[in-house]
């Protein structure tokens, strides 16, 4: 690598925070960081040049958990625990859209809907018969009303006429968030240094060694790699999990006006523009989908053209861009929040719902930080 005296000598000196990563965990973290303690020299380094992991790559919903997921969430945490990881989403949301406004990233309160397909009475009959449950859970622990509501689906005409609407809801565009982000973390005086792969952490020396060569030294490091985590630490208890994503060309007569769940959020639908993004279905292919390698398979991507026809009839042969993004999960929903040492954090495991808990995990590893 050809790196110029000056470049190699920023680069490489301690700041007092290392970041790795600059997804929306990163970067909200390096804001919050700057936010609680200015004075604080704040570096974060990405192999990509823009973040290349799950946070640009998302559907864009900005949601919290639909009736299936809570219920199935409910069974094997107990109530406090899931409602924790709830109101850690509720939280981060709110975090988000103060700090970055709702225009800049195209946040629309369009509500969530969940809808059930033919074969999925069972579990659509207990949905519906807990709404109520869910909504007292809703209020007693985020303070909200009526959040689920029973609704006919008159949109999507191949899935059953139940459906289940939560008024609280809605969409972003990822890209938008994360520019945002990024610009905001920059004007505080956060160094964004783009396009280095940190190989591997050499925590005697308090080193980052790079692909490049390059050995970065560290004061405290903070990763945030997600998904990748167990790249860099082997121990942590997350698994990586890839998500393929396809987008349709626009179609004339389209009127989604939600952000869709179906199969306990494995399956994940919009319009964006006038266009239908349509992502998920790892759960049919879990072995090869546990990587961290992106990607689109035949496998996933046979399903999703069907359930899009379902959807949509026809709109099959309407895709136009397939991609894939990769997330970070584990037994737990909760996130990995923790000290591995002295002077390494770690904020990763982020699970489907990361647009949400991101800006709340920022700011606990901020707070962290301004604690030790
Ligand atoms: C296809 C898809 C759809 C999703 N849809 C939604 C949704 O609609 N709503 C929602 O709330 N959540 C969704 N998620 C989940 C959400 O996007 C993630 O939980 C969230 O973006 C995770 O943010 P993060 O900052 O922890 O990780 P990431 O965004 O993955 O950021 C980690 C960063 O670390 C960098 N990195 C990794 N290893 C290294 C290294 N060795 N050296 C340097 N840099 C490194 C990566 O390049 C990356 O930029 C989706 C995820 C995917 C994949």
Known sequence: MNYSFWEKYFIESPSDITIIGSGIVGV?????????????????IERGSQPYG?????????????????????????????MEVVHMRWEGLKKLRARLGDQI?????????ELFRNGDEQIMDECLGKITFCNEMMADHLGISKCYTE????????????AIFNAYEGTINPVSMMNQLIKKAILLGVHLINGI???????????LMCASGLQINYGTLIVCTNGFAAQLLPELPVVPARNQVLMTSPITDLNLT????????YIYFRQYEQRILLGGGRNIDPITESTDEFGNTEIIRKYLLSFLDTIHPGSSDHVVHWWSGILGVGDSKFPVCKWVGDDVLVGV??????VAIGSYLGDKLASEVAES
């Open 349 to 354: 495991r982020l699970g489907g719902m990361g």
């Open 258 to 265: 939600s952000a869709y769940h179906v199969d306990k959020g």
């Open 197 to 207: 792969a940190v190989d591997s952490i050499d925590r005697t020396n308090k080193k």
């Open 54 to 82: 799950a946070s640009t790559k998302n559907a864009g919903f900005a949601c919290f958990g639909s009736v299936s997921e809570l219920l199935d969430d409910f069974i094997k945490m107990g109530e406090n625990p899931c």
């Open 151 to 162: 609704v006919k689906n008159d949109k999507v005409h191949r899935l059953k006429k139940e």
């Open 105 to 113: 990233m195209e946040y629309k309160n369009g509500g969530g809907m």
């Open 28 to 44: 909200s973290t390096a804001i919050s960081i700057k936010e609680k303690l200015p004075h604080l020299d704040v570096k974060i």
